[in-house]
């Protein structure tokens, strides 16, 4: 890399800018500027409306369960295909992928094949007086879907390129394999836990496609925030949908300053 | 601590990394395991830390059967080739590792383990960089903490891997004599693997040579160095000239030569006829090419002075590279040029059967 030097190289660099400016940065402001218009009283009566705080509610929920649940999902497959040879294991490491490569409307129409009241599973579910689709149940099951490569893909590669030394070393040293696994492997993996982690919660918190399919979008019971933004702009409600809105975004720019400094970390 | 192994073998998939090897290695040994690279040496010491294991065949300590024991159980002092200190630790930290994972039952008092650590430390000559972290060492320090820390646990043996494979020169030479002298102060049954022979026969009490999984040769440094064994022995150990000769009775001939027993070895088992001869660098002496000493005659093509010495590379009649190795004053005499034909005269030639190994 160096500095630019001739006139298209400026040239190139502003195009790059006003891009980014007119496609990333105006919609991100505009959704506060749009949330804000009317003041903050009226922002707070629009979060603080009980569907939307329920949907916040739930929102943050589902991120409860999913992140640490695929956290640990995450560590058990990166662990199983950096640490052991096995048959299927390049499988596993393509099977992992999916979730990025179908359609999250797949996903949420899959489950709902599966699970609901005319699918597979259906009639003997509800035999048994168990409910999934059309309640949290289903929210919690198609997030889990959706986010479970996060945290394995981060750390895969890494485990992969740390090797098994430094844990046979422990080891050797006396380690059980739960003292290894906290003094030496989660200390060398942190970072791009960290990271994946992240990335998991921002994705549970703002999926849509999946979500909608099989929550049913009851109001003030199985919607989440996304959902929430949807319905109120079809209801007319404009502000009320940019200031639910704006708390996602919100989280998307905590979101994008964690993952910063999580690079700068690494990078060191 | 003794370390029997008994008749072990090891497969990868339907590669044979270590076969059916035996090998008894005595409390307080200082042994070095030397080999060409893929040998099986690392695999072999996996598995007497119980970081691998045997698909057959047994391993013994102290002898107990510890064949199917984890590491963790061994206590064995495991010094990896990278070194795999825990980088997000101190080197206190590193070094303390085996004392902080120990049952709290087992377990020094923190004082106590300070002391210990400091100790170590102190003797592997890094006490006044206990609170740095790996990546701020060199390659002989990182190397110098990774053993303290396997010493820490008190390890019934200490096994090492290329412990000096990733250091320069100067650094090797000081690490060498370094691990010789703990030794004397810390008699527990070492074994380190190198493929680097002067490394093996400059620190070891007793080598032994791996080929291909299996052993090749044991013994003391100089008996291995005096006498070798095979023809792999030869070429590995290296400066050793390959000749086809013919057997003929209790001599043998080389060319139109007939060379008698007295300066031919010939291994048991050799049939007469076409053979392998082997002369090593500096059991050839250089001659007149008339001279009736003379067994065969080379042209000079290279020579390079080291120390006392020079080595010399000839062509033969055949177009074969020839090497010889000779104390300088002996050349001063003969005035070398490059081009010139020399006669040349084997002192010793060590026979072993066609094609073999
Ligand atoms: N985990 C493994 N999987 C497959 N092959 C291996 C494994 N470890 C070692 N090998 C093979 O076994 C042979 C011996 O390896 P190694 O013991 O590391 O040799 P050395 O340490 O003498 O260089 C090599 O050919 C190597 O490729
Ligand atoms: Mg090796």
Redesign the pocket.
Known sequence: MHAPTEPRHYLLIGLAMAVSAIFLVVPLVSIFAVAFSRGWEVYLGNIIEPATLHAIWLTVLAALVCVPINTVFGIAVAWAVSRYDFRGRRLLISVIEVPFSVSPIVAGVTYLFLYGTQGLFGPALQAAGIQIMFTVWAIFLVSLFVTAPFVARELIPLMQAQGSEDEEAAISLGASGWQTFRLVTLPNIRWALLYGAVLTNARVMGEFGAVSVVSGNIRGQTNTLPLQVELLFNDFNTVGAFAAASTLAFIALVTLIVKYALELREGT | MSIRIENVTRV??D?P?VRNLTLEIEAGELLALL??????????LRMIAGLDFPDSGRILLDGEDATGLGAGERRIGFVFQHYALFRHMTVRDNVDFGLRVMPRAARPSRAERQAWVMELLERVGLAHLAGRFPAQLSGGQRQRVALARALAIRPRVLLLDEPFGALDAAVRKDLRRWLRNLHVEVPVTTVF?T?DQEEALDVANRVVV?NA?RIEQVGEPREVDAAPASPFMYRFLGHANRLSVEVVGDGVRLGNRLIDAARVDIAPGVPEGPAEAYVRAHEVVLVPPSDPRADMTARLVHSMARGGLLRLEFVGADGELFEAEIPREDCEDLALARDEIVGLHLRRMHIFPKGHG
């Open positions: 990868f998939g590669f990394a080999g060409p690279s893929g040998s099986g040496k690392t695999t072999l693997v493929h791996m999984g």
